[in-house]
């Protein structure tokens, strides 16, 4: 194996140079907490808001991480806890049940808060877990609804969510008390979420930064010869930046594994002449980011190459354009398969524009034209998310009038992903058949070129920002990528 040889004279000095101007980031006040709890109260105006954390780990000896929902209320990031406020007249009195672990086991995985020092920690009152049951029990009798926070990592996995123990405690607690109400309180934290503070904001800065010179690092990678090299020059950074983890598992796929969207193994061979898909990204103080960046392995596009990235990234302008303040978020998703649609048709990989085929997947073409468009097959995904707590965090553009708003975090990530697989896999129907004996020679000349460019962005009062740095232009990656060879494996 080629050893990754990163020295500090090549990389850390371009990182030094940005991240010293950069003052230094702390965490989120504690009147921050506070005044997310006073919102929340605001909203419920009367009711028992029960959330859940994390439990600790059983499957390893990893890292505890706190589950969003519960850090964003509690600044708790301990596990095994639970936070309960009862909401009267919308002012709310909440409660910390903590679970201490035991002296010895301190001695091995350090000390928790506990009843006597929650107050002073977190602001918020104390009590052993032990007294949960018991106050559920007890407030179910008051006959106010219940509002519950799940314990679920991101909302992305909320429908999967039925065996946790916020979701057999509510359960059990709804068997006992006939009648109890129990509401689910996510979209009203969502949308407190949703808006970032100046605070939060600073943090996401900081996340973008570090990711940014990961990318960096990963494109002046000498002679990378597997996935798994540029991953690791991806996370060596991240963590010698000061970012606790990667914000998702880290996708590198190289060649036929960049036209899938989610590939995580990172254990292929990389090629020249590949193309790598380099979805990977930094979380900072809870924060994450979330940039893509697409190279060729042996430092040059191909023409083909080319093509298709320079037609990702037009429809990533085209998005910016149509992502302003006061601006809807659906038009940036509209101009940028456009432009990726017009494109394709240009190229010879759809028949036109507006041409259809018959998906694999289940859809109603007549109420979803969109889906059954030849080239939704070439790009798959939408181009948005928020960004915050959990990488695909609440954005203001998704409630309300659907307007981006000052405090908007969130990103932007056209891409086209050609493989004559995703034709192999069509229905035998007649409008399938003549789709693929009209595309199907240029497919093999774009085969396997999978791009996607992913940036971050936040909506001050001066309008759309992109915080997100690293090279994103052929010329500017391309130049980069020409200064491997002063990096001696």
Known sequence: ?????????????????????????????????????????????????????????????????????????????????????????????????????????????????DSASSQRLFGIAGRPFDAFGAMLDSLAASGLPFYTLADFEDADFARNDSLTRGQATMRALAAQHAGLVVKDAHPLVNQLRARKSAAEIALLRKAAEISSEGHRAAMLTANPQHEYELRASLEYTFTRLGAERPAYGSIVGAGINGTQLHYMKDTDPARPGDLVVMDAAAEFHGYAADITRTIPVSGTFTKEQKQ??????????????????????????????????????????????????????????????????????????????????????????????????????????????ISTRALDVLPDTPKNKAFIAKVRATVKKYENSGVRIEDDYIITDKGLERISTAPREIAEIEALMRRRARIQP
């Open 1 to 113: 194996m080629i050893q990754i040889c990163l020295p500090r004279s090549a990389t850390a000095a371009v990182a030094a140079v940005v991240l010293a101007a950069t003052p230094a980031v702390g965490q989120i006040p504690a009147a921050d907490f506070a005044a997310r709890r006073d919102s929340l109260a605001a909203r419920v105006e009367n009711g028992i808001v029960v959330a859940f954390g994390g439990r600790t780990l059983v499957h390893d000896y990893g890292t505890f991480f706190q589950l969003p929902a519960f850090h964003y209320l509690t600044n708790l990031d301990e596990p095994d806890a639970a936070f309960v406020m009862v909401v009267r007249d919308r002012h709310g009195a909440g409660t910390l049940f903590l679970s201490p672990i035991n002296a010895r086991t301190a001695f091995y995985y350090g000390q928790r808060a």
């Open 308 to 417: 298709i990235y320079q037609l990702v990234r037009d429809a990533q302008d085209a998005a910016e354009r149509n992502s302003k303040p006061g601006m809807r978020a659906q038009p940036a998703q509209d101009s940028s398969v456009m432009v990726r649609a017009r494109g394709l048709a240009a190229l010879g990989l759809v028949e036109s524009m507006d041409a259809t085929f018959d998906p694999p997947w289940p859809v109603t073409c007549a109420q979803q034209a969109a889906a059954c468009r030849q080239s939704n097959l070439w790009m798959i995904h939408g181009i948005s998310h928020g960004l915050g707590l959990a990488v695909h965090d609440p954005v203001q553009a998704s409630f309300g009038d659907a307007t981006y708003r000052v405090g908007d975090a969130f990103t932007i990530e056209p891409g086209i992903y």
